[in-house]
């Protein structure tokens, strides 16, 4: 109870120190909005709907773009993880694809996909594979060898040594991974949503942006912040879940 | 070098592993150099040598994680092994990890064998919840449900402490005294392997120097003059010279 007492102290000063600073006049207007015009600004989206919109249309386009690319670099984490050959055939690429900011991808991805639903579908899912990879191949490498030494004395080849033994040990850095992915999907929704789009919430961006709204952009801001939280306990909630083992760890 | 010759032990053989001629070099440094074994079936032997001698080396070879580079293996078909480390799947429960590879019908086994080792009811446990010891009685329960042949023993008591070592070695004793497997022991406590078996060899330079049959009625008493008598012979071919006993 302390814990959550604490954790949400920071974030209930700095509302309310925006809350005062607006309300007394010491925050002007056009430097941040105040929070009963960001409130207006979301009441205004709810009511017409387009909050909702905008929200499912990102997420789709997320949600897919991750489910893509995750899933890829979950694929390529493992294969590298676990044999020479497939450490040796894409770690290599994957390290030169690391090294490139996935935004210096825009313009090659338009001129083939053009700007439509591909382009940010394929965008996104590139900026998602990158760090699923990368801790993927991680975790993997990191299973203790003596463990899968033995349970390949044991008899356990292929598939069911991968998903029984070495995909549950690396368990905590592949949701690391998801966790990592999903904040960067964002970076890669408001990059693909600023071109050619008519909804979703890096739309919203661009929007603010153009009219110089400031009650929007704060209101985007926000948005983020939930997501970012609510992304958060969506992971917590799956390690909890996928990882029933490591609750009753203690400490000896 | 002549190709290894590696095969399988006749079930009716008296013998469980019969190892002639054993070569294996890593790199520049030979470890095996003409290993001549025979284990009868339900032998406890015990194989001492100080630390690199290779005495791992060639329970690996059977256990068949390395190659020879030269000799003859045979040994009988089921084998398994007990590492010095539990080696145990954090991410399944107990009885999972003692049924590991088998099919479900080894459940009730898997059970049973929890239960021999002292574990009755843990099966639902996760690895993590269990002390050093715990562990390594589940990875025996993991070797004994398997019905080994040969039970590949590989420093098994090394990284316990001194009072659940005792308990551990006592459960091994009591286990292979009633399943009758023969038993390669790779340790290099001398008093342990005077303990339990029922024959102690002495890895050096890549032979075995010495391979000596204990013959002491169990319980063994550390104490007894015969006892400390092999004690000093293993003890001398190890390069260790003990202090004059009185």
């Known amino acids: 109870m302390l814990s959550a007492g604490v954790r949400i102290g920071v974030p209930l000063l700095l509302l309310i120190a925006w809350w005062y600073g607006s309300s007394s006049g010491r925050i002007p207007p056009d430097v941040l909005a105040a929070p009963s015009s960001v409130l207006g600004a979301l009441r205004e989206l709810i009511a017409t709907g387009q909050l909702t919109d905008y929200l499912l249309a990102s997420a789709h386009r997320a949600g897919l773009g991750v489910l893509v690319g995750a899933g890829i670099g979950l694929l390529l984490g493992v294969a590298a993880g676990i044999s020479a050959l497939g450490e040796e055939l894409v770690d290599p690429t994957m390290q030169m694809m690391r090294a490139v900011p996935f935004l210096a991808l825009v313009p090659l991805f338009i001129s083939w996909f053009g700007v439509g639903e591909t382009f940010k579908i394929v965008l996104i899912a590139v900026s998602a594979a990158i760090p699923m990879y990368t801790y993927t191949y991680l975790g993997v490498r990191n299973v203790d060898r003596k463990v899968v030494e033995a349970a390949r004395g044991f008899g356990l080849r292929g598939h069911r040594l991968a998903l029984g033994v070495i995909i549950p040990s690396a368990l905590p850095n ?10 960067v999907s964002l970076t890669g929704l408001i990059a693909a949503e600023q071109i050619g789009a008519t909804e979703g919430i890096g739309y919203l961006v661009t929007l603010a942006q153009q009219y110089f709204r400031i009650d929007y952009m704060v209101l985007c801001i926000l948005i983020y912040a939930g997501l970012g939280l609510i992304f958060d306990g969506a992971i917590r909630l799956v390690e909890r879940l996928a990882m029933p083992w490591r609750r009753h760890v203690v400490a000896r | 070098m002549t190709e290894p010759t590696i095969g399988e032990q006749h079930a009716d053989d008296d013998l469980a592993v019969q190892i002639s001629g054993l070569h294996k070099a890593f790199g520049a440094k030979t470890v095996l150099s003409g290993v001549d074994l025979e284990i009868r079936r339900g032998e406890f032997f015990a194989l001492l040598g100080p630390s690199g001698t290779g005495k791992t080396t060639l329970l690996r070879i059977l256990a068949g994680l390395e190659v020879p580079d030269a000799g003859t293996v045979l040994a009988a078909r089921r084998r398994t092994t007990v590492y010095q480390e539990p080696r145990l799947i954090p991410a399944r429960k107990v009885l999972a990890n003692v049924t590991l590879g ?36 589940v990875a025996l329960a993991r070797a004994l449900v398997r019905d080994p042949e040969v039970l590949l023993l590989d420093e098994p008591f090394a990284a316990l402490d001194a009072l659940t070592r005792l308990q551990m070695q006592e459960l091994v004793a009591e286990l292979c005294e009633r399943h009758r497997p023969a038993v390669v022991l790779v340790t290099h406590d001398v008093d342990e392997a005077v303990r339990l078996a029922d024959r102690v060899a002495v890895l050096r330079e890549g032979t075995l120097a010495v391979d000596q049959t204990i013959d002491l009625p169990h319980p063994r008493d550390r104490n007894s003059p015969s006892f400390v008598d092999h004690r000093r012979l293993f003890l001398s071919h190890l390069g260790v010279v003990p202090a004059a006993s009185h």
């Open chain 1, 174 to 183: 592949i949701l690391m991974a998801m966790r990592i992915c999903l904040s």
């Open chain 2, 102 to 137: 088998l099919p479900a019908a080894a459940r009730d086994p898997g059970r049973r064998a929890l239960a021999e080792v002292g574990l009755d009811g843990y099966g639902g446990a996760w690895p993590a919840t269990l002390s050093g010891g715990e562990a390594q009685r």
